[in-house]
């Protein structure tokens, strides 16, 4: 996910959330339910969700590190191509559920016996041609979740799923005990356009109507448990405080004008997912608060045993941010804080492995999602 930038610099951000008072450990979380509630997950989204999709040579530029230590050092001890220093709010989720880890499609090798990530670093909710047409490329990852979606399309036509009329057997195995976690995304589009000659009205209209389309495809194919996480306040990000002035700040100390575009994004998925409701009345479709979680966190930190909220750990420059542009997270440049822990943001963009395993306590434990997770176990048959 991105942000908006003066050299449009591809960003990703996804997610986070949180309510609770308490730091829950993994076991903590992973004891939380019943064990095989489901078989398997479809994960899509953008770096705060992909595990592997990307790796450094393919990665959005600036952000093209990926694939060198520090990455992953905290949980993994290696790099593994996500853009944290561990793991991050869908490693917490499969544990959860007592799954293994979700594997990359892109890795031909890898076991989809409990379900596929499908997410990509830098990905859009908006086609990519529109950005072409647009003269809207530098740095644009080509992948979209139109991509996303023929992939997935792709994966079904492997295990004989083509429809639910033609081979209804072969498509009931691989939907009725899936969750399908649709992760953020949509930062990227704002971030790509950004003092570009195309209006944020404009992005916001064609991003919340393919992200809500592509849901629609989802729904129609017949996916029965589906969580949906909004952005979270993207002006909080340190690239978000780098790139904006002083003078652009809300009551949290973020960037207000970042922040504004996805309270509004947010509320149109809202709106469109109260209909879907109406529509699938037979499916469970819970929305994952990102934003209320991860301001909950910046606004309480201490409480949620945060020292640093704006400055990045992995960076280089020091100072309130420790963030510079061509000295990101993984360049020879570039240093890792002794504690990650202790730091909301891990590379200027993407968050720590402690944020974002607080913000899975929030989604799975908490009340940060409408209706509850815990409701979407219940219902779960």
């Not at 139109?146 to 036509?157: D, H, I, P």
């Not at 009931?172 to 649709?182: G, I, N, P, T």
């Not at 966190?297 to 640093?308: C, I």
Request: charged share 15%.
């Amino acid at each position: 996910m991105a942000i908006f930038s003066r050299v449009v610099i591809p960003l990703k951000i996804t997610l986070i959330i949180l309510t609770t008072t308490l730091i829950f450990s993994p076991s903590a979380i992973s004891s939380a339910f019943t064990p095989k509630k489901f078989k398997k997950i479809y994960a899509f989204g953008d770096s705060y969700t992909d595990t592997g999709n990307t790796h450094s040579a393919t990665g959005p530029s600036s952000f093209n590190y990926v694939s060198n230590p520090p990455y992953g050092n905290t949980f993994f001890h290696h790099p593994t191509n996500r853009y944290s220093d561990g793991r991050l709010v869908i490693d917490f989720v499969a544990e959860s559920l007592s799954l293994p880890f979700l594997p990359p499609y892109r890795d031909p090798k890898a076991d989809r016996t409990y379900g596929v990530n499908f997410a990509v670093a830098g990905s859009t909710a908006i086609r990519h041609r529109f950005f072409v047409k647009n003269n809207i490329t530098l740095n644009v990852t080509p992948q979209s979740l139109q991509t996303q979606l023929t992939w997935f399309n792709r994966f079904l036509e492997s295990k004989g799923c083509v429809n639910s009329t033609t081979t209804p057997q072969q498509c009931e195995a691989l939907f009725s005990d899936a969750l399908f976690w649709v992760g953020e995304i949509g930062a990227n589009d704002y971030a790509y356009s950004f003092a570009s000659s195309v209006s944020p009205n404009t992005i916001q209209r064609l991003a919340t109507r393919s992200f809500t389309g592509f849901l629609q495809a989802l729904l129609n194919k017949g996916a029965k448990y589906v969580l949906v996480q909004g952005l979270p306040p993207t002006g909080c990000l340190t690239l978000s405080m780098y790139l904006a002035p002083d003078t652009d700040r809300d009551d949290m100390g973020c960037v207000e004008s970042a922040n504004k575009h996805s309270i509004l994004h947010n509320s149109i998925i809202q709106a469109k997912l109260d209909s879907f409701r109406k529509q699938f009345p037979q499916t469970v479709i819970v929305y994952a608060d990102y934003w209320n979680a991860y301001s909950t966190v910046v606004r309480n930190a201490n409480k949620y045993g945060f020292k640093e909220v704006f400055k990045s750990c992995c960076g280089a420059g020091g100072g309130n941010l420790n963030f510079e542009v061509f000295s990101t997270c993984g360049s020879p440049s570039a240093s890792s804080c002794p504690d990650p822990s202790q730091y909301i943001n891990w590379d200027g963009v993407h968050l720590t492995e402690a944020m974002y395993k607080t913000i899975a306590s929030m989604f799975l434990n908490g009340t940060y999602c409408k209706p509850p997770f815990s409701y979407l176990l219940a219902k779960k048959q």
